[in-house]
Antibody, heavy 119, light 112 residues
Framework: QLLESGGTLVQPGGSLRLACAASGFTFSSYTLSWVRQVPGKGPEWVSSVFQRSSGKHYADSVKGRFTISRDDSKDMVYLQMNSLRDDDTAIYYC??????????????WGQGTPVTVSS | DIVMSQSPLSLPVNPGEPASISCRSSQSLLRSRGYNCLSWYLQKPGQSPLLLIYLGSTRASGVPERFSGSGSGTDFTLKISRVEAEDFGVYYCMQGLQTPITFGQGTRLEIK
C-alpha cells in the first residue's frame, strides 16, 4: 500500500513537500517514483529514486526545482517541490516499480494527493 | 523522448463484444533479452491507474484472462475478448525502456 500526503493549495513560487508512506512490501528493494496527472489528462512521470538512493531521475519539466528522496528506515519517499508554477497543478501519485529489472512498470499506485498552484 | 501514440482515442463498445486498442512507440521498446518494455493500465473514474499488462504481454496478478497484450518493437495491441461492465474507463500504454517514462494519450472505452 502507498499513502501520499502533503498536497494542498500553494502560491506560485512557493514550496511544498509531498510524502508517501509504504507498507506491505520490502520497501528498500524497489524503485519508487512520482507520477502526476491533471484531471482529464494522461499521467506524466515526474521523478524516480532507485534502491539505496543509488540513482535519481527527473523529468525535464521539474529538473532543478523538484528533489526526490527516500528513507528506507521509515519506508518513506518524498518529493520536495520548489519554485512551483501553475502548470505543476495536478494529482501526484506515489508509485512502485514492479521489479528491479531495469524496466519501468508501475504495479502499485497510491490514491494520489492533489496539488494546486494558484494565487 | 519516446512518443507513445494510441488509437482510437474513443472506443464505443457493447458489453459482450470484443475490443482492441493500438499503441505505437516512436522507437523500438524491445530490449536485448527479448523483453518489450511496454505496459498497459486501466483508469476508472476517480481511481488510480491499475496495471493490467507488463512486458508487452504478461497479465498482472489478478487480471482476468479476457485481457491480452501482444506486439513487439514499436507496435502493440491490447485486446479484450468480451467487454464487461467493469472494463469501461481509460486505457493507457506506457513505455518503460528509458526515462523520461512516457504514456500514450489514453483510449476511452465507453458503452455504446
Amino acid at each position: 500500500q502507498l499513502l501520499e500526503s502533503g498536497g494542498t493549495l500553494v502560491q506560485p513560487g512557493g514550496s511544498l513537500r509531498l510524502a508517501c508512506a509504504a507498507s506491505g512490501f520490502t520497501f528498500s528493494s524497489y524503485t519508487l517514483s512520482w507520477v502526476r496527472q491533471v484531471p482529464g489528462k494522461g499521467p506524466e512521470w515526474v521523478s524516480s529514486v532507485f534502491q539505496r538512493s543509488s540513482g535519481k531521475h527527473y523529468a525535464d519539466s521539474v529538473k532543478g526545482r523538484f528533489t526526490i528522496s527516500r528513507d528506507d528506515s521509515k519506508d518513506m519517499v518524498y518529493l520536495q517541490m520548489n519554485s512551483l508554477r501553475d502548470d505543476d497543478t495536478a494529482i501526484y501519485y506515489c508509485v512502485k516499480d514492479r521489479e528491479d529489472d531495469g524496466i519501468w512498470e508501475f504495479d502499485y499506485w497510491g490514491q494520489g494527493t492533489p496539488v494546486t498552484v494558484s494565487s | 523522448d519516446i512518443v507513445m501514440s494510441q488509437s482510437p482515442l474513443s472506443l464505443p463498445v457493447n458489453p459482450g463484444e470484443p475490443a482492441s486498442i493500438s499503441c505505437r512507440s516512436s522507437q523500438s521498446l524491445l530490449r536485448s533479452r527479448g523483453y518489450n518494455c511496454l505496459s498497459w493500465y486501466l483508469q476508472k473514474p476517480g481511481q488510480s491507474p491499475l496495471l493490467l499488462i507488463y512486458l508487452g504481454s504478461t497479465r498482472a496478478s489478478g487480471v482476468p484472462e479476457r485481457f491480452s497484450g501482444s506486439g513487439s518493437g514499436t507496435d502493440f495491441t491490447l485486446k479484450i475478448s468480451r467487454v464487461e461492465a467493469e472494463d469501461f474507463g481509460v486505457y493507457y500504454c506506457m513505455q518503460g525502456l528509458q526515462t523520461p517514462i512516457t504514456f500514450g494519450q489514453g483510449t476511452r472505452l465507453e458503452i455504446k
